[in-house]
């Protein structure tokens, strides 16, 4: 154990937000107007006061007054929030709980403080450009040599060494709908995950690289299919790191809309959307992809008990499912018993990394149901 | 203490990964929801059972170490945070199942544990309420609410917490486990609190604690009401409010009056609930309004924004704490007491120049609650200094004037020792607890025992 005064600076400047905190506990559990659990992961772990928000607060205030012995636990029960927010959503007070948590995690890696997981994420993504370190084989098509293209297709780490299918569907669908476009082949890491877990050298790197590569294509519109890079690239960048790229970076539900109007044939099937956290609590994008499922034929979207801003997170999020894996399976089943609750038959979301833990979550659950990307049932439809 | 072989103890009962000496984790036990100094347990234990509850105290007992219940850690006057010297928190929120509802005799039993809100909601969702449930109802347990006795909304025509038990599962100090009710006799669930003895329920209710921990309770249950009809009002005559409330009061017409701000000779806010069937609420909607009619004051403030308040109460409550935490003096007092009791704490809260303080009241079916918050920030160390100065003066105050306190934990402790040691009830509680806690490591120091 080392007993450590971290200088905390990130977290100095929230110093008048962590003592908003008036303890009142409203931030773990609610059973009420489509919150249960306020805290996803908390009632997975051992569930001391310190694996949720409010304990996590004090921890805080205790790295703000002095002296706070850290240990293995200690981080642990840090790197167990998702960071899906819905602690601020719910907070009487309004505290920026997301701000503090994130200044917190940044100001321990500052400190040279962080899990050995961490350390490798940090690793792997400045040195091979991916969280998952380097690829087990080379891409299967030699790689494209960099050219003037209307769209480029950056499909990040998760599609590319997770769920490919995702990829997959997106460039059929781009080829269908006869875009000319590239696909940014090469391992390159929007960072998303490194801001999650406070590595923000280590991502201003990976950016810079990333940028890099996107740039010599000379896109128009760089498409993602991912939550957390489509908020790297347009707020966390610009926001936090003060890069501005200029490039013109759009989500599936921004690009797909005109162009797959009026094309898409019908499917009958019930299908409710899992807001992403990082695309709704964080960003506010609640109705455009409701709007682009309800525009298949035949779907009917449902809605579960935990909704938008209510939303439960998958547990995946803020590095969970890489860290602690059951513990982001345990709250994905969850999530699962609330579609199959709703009667849907598909979920459908907009970030892989909810999708991953999803759909490993199926079996676990027991249930019959089918989890895709948005461009999966695009794909299916046209 | 050698606490290092108390937590092997304690692992072996609950399993390791529900016991911690972190001291991370247990700086986070040492506050509840007010502002009395920190005090941190030794070791946080977080059990699953009733056995597992009897098996940790047995183990406190053979240790000598006192131990300290703590449900949602939302109660203000430190009743769920260790004595100087530390301990073991007993953290209850393990032990959230509901065990039984029962449609056939209206009860429904679960562990102490459980959330208010979450009990609420499962039983609505069935058709059914109890009578009372606290403000903090989203953090608050039964085992804490019960124990203060708690009131919250509900107070006229449930009066409070303690009033809807019909049994309880305690463990005392010596590790033995007591149902009380109905169901001391063993061939017997729950039905009904008196019976095959004295009432032994009471003794527990009202003491925090401080005779045993309460593992399970049985509740009254309510078929859930058809409507319920909320309006505002305001005056600044506060005599008149009062006079009013009494006479809403003992007439039983409400389910509640929550007066939510006061501001003696300037402002007073106050809403009324009524639950019911449509024409049991029209009835007594007229005839409330008839008696406001009394009363050239009051000007309606109308329905609609109180109403969305009702919908929102559970979440609203907490956005109270904008200000900051807040030093509390909550006590009972007759009708005939309050006006004056208000300018009293008032005038108190202005000498110490409190910058920022609510004045509160919530009636009973006989007097009110009545509430001080004395607002200060977490850091705001002089700010506090002035708060809890003026809260010891208004204790003592509340006394002389008969005051009757709610939550007492040990910020009320010393004030309840020093203005009823001379009588008979001191004398027996201190008895009760000689007997039943001879180690005294049952939560000691809460209530001033």
Request: proline share 5%.
């Amino acid at each position: 154990m080392a007993t450590s005064r971290i200088p905390a600076s990130r977290l100095q400047a929230l110093r008048k937000e962590v003592y908003d905190c008036s303890r009142c506990g409203f931030c773990r559990v609610w059973n009420w107007k489509g919150v249960d659990w306020v805290c996803p992961t908390y009632p997975y772990t051992e569930a001391f006061d310190t694996q949720y928000a409010r304990g996590r607060v004090n921890m805080a205030q205790q790295l703000l007054e002095g002296e706070v012995d850290i240990d293995e636990t200690f981080l642990e029960h840090l790197a167990q929030c998702t960071l899906c927010g819905s602690c601020g959503e719910h907070c009487p007070v309004g505290i920026p709980l997301f701000e503090i948590w994130t200044a917190l995690r940044a100001d321990l890696v500052d400190a040279g403080v962080m899990t050995e997981h961490q350390a490798a994420v940090a690793d792997n993504t400045v040195q091979h450009h991916s969280i998952f370190g380097p690829a087990r084989r080379a891409p299967s098509q030699a790689a494209v040599t960099p050219h003037k293209v209307d769209v480029l297709y950056f499909p990040g780490c998760q599609t590319v060494r997770k769920i490919k299918s995702i990829g997959k569907s997106t460039e059929e669908l781009l080829g269908k709908l006869g875009v000319n476009y590239a696909v940014l082949e090469e391992d390159a890491c929007c960072g998303y995950p490194l801001f999650d877990i406070g590595q923000l050298d280590a991502m201003k790197q990976a950016a810079e690289y990333t940028l890099e590569r996107i740039k010599a294509y000379q896109p128009d519109v760089v498409l993602t299919t991912c939550a957390g890079c489509y908020r790297a690239f347009t707020g966390v960048y610009p926001e936090v790191l003060g890069i501005h790229s200029g490039l013109n970076f759009q989500h599936t539900h921004e690009f797909f809309p005109s162009l797959a109007a009026g094309k898409l044939h019908e499917i009958n099937r019930k299908v409710t959307y899992h807001d992403p956290c990082i695309m709704g609590r964080h960003m506010g994008i609640y109705d455009e992809p409701r709007e682009l499922i309800s525009s298949v034929p035949g779907v009917e979207l449902v809605e579960m008990y935990s909704t938008r801003e209510h939303a439960l997170c998958c547990g995946a999020g803020g590095g969970v499912l890489s860290a602690f894996t059951d513990l982001a399976g345990d709250v994905g089943v969850e999530r699962l018993q609330q579609a199959a609750a709703a009667g849907a038959e598909q979920v459908v979301s907009s970030c892989p990394t909810c999708v991953v833990n999803l759909k490993r979550s199926v079996a676990k659950a027991g249930l019959n149901l089918t989890v895709t990307d948005i461009v999966d049932l695009l794909n299916e439809a046209l | 203490m050698d606490y290092g072989a108390i937590l092997k103890r304690l692992a072996d009962v609950v399993g390791p990964q529900y016991v911690s000496d972190k001291p991370f984790v247990l700086k986070a036990y040492a506050r509840d929801f007010g502002t009395m100094p920190p005090s941190q347990p030794n070791l946080v234990v977080r059990p699953k059972t009733t056995e597992e509850v009897s098996e940790i105290v047995k183990i406190a007992n053979e240790f000598k170490v006192p131990i300290v219940p703590r449900g949602g850690g939302s109660a203000q006057e430190a009743g769920s945070t260790p004595p100087a010297g530390g301990g073991i928190t007993i953290e209850m929120l393990r032990m959230n199942e509901i065990l039984e509802i029962d449609e056939t005799n209206a009860t429904v039993t679960c562990q102490s544990g459980i959330t208010y809100v979450n009990l609420m909601n499962t039983l609505e969702l069935r058709g059914w309420k109890i009578g009372i449930a606290p403000s903090g109802a989203m953090a608050g347990t039964p085992g804490a609410h019960i124990s203060r006795p708690g009131v919250g909304w509900g107070n006229i025509k449930y009066i409070s917490s303690g009033d809807q038990v019909l049994g309880l599962k305690m463990v005392l100090p010596n590790g033995d486990v007591v149902c009380t009710g109905s169901s001391a006799n063993p061939n017997s669930d729950v039905f009904f609190r008196y019976g095959l003895g004295a009432d032994l329920t009471g003794l527990f209710v009202g003491a925090e604690g401080a005779f045993g921990i309460m593992t399970e309770c049985t509740l009254r249950m309510f078929p859930f009401p058809e409507k319920f009809f909320l309006e505002v009002f305001k005056t600044a005559d506060l005599a008149s409010a009062v006079s009013l409330f009494r006479d809403l009061a003992i007439n039983n017409l409400v389910c509640y009056i929550s007066v939510p701000v006061i501001k003696p000779g300037e402002l007073v806010i106050f809403h009324y609930n009524v639950e019911g069937d449509a024409d049991d609420v029209e009835m007594r909607v007229n005839k409330i309004r008839g008696l406001v009619a009394k009363h050239s004051d009051m000007e309606c403030l109308g329905t609609e924004g109180v109403q969305q308040f009702w919908n929102g109460r559970w979440f609203l409550t907490g956005e109270e704490f904008k200000e900051g935490i807040a030093g509390a003096v909550n006590y009972f007092l007759p009708f005939d007491k309050l006006v004056d009791a208000t300018w009293e704490m008032k005038r108190i809260m202005d000498r110490h120049e409190i910058k920022t303080y609510v004045q509160q009241m919530f009636p009973e079916p006989h007097g009110s609650e009545h509430v001080s918050l004395l607002f200060h920030r977490n850091d705001d160390m002089a700010e506090r200094a002035k708060v809890w100065a003026a809260v010891q003066e208004m204790m003592d105050r509340a006394l002389e004037l008969g005051g009757a306190p709610y939550s007492k934990g040990r910020q009320w402790g010393p004030y309840l020792e020093k203005h009823m040691q001379n009588t008979g009830y001191w004398r027996l509680q201190k008895a009760i607890k000689a007997m039943l806690d001879p180690n005294y490591i049952m939560n000691p120091g809460v209530i001033g025992l």
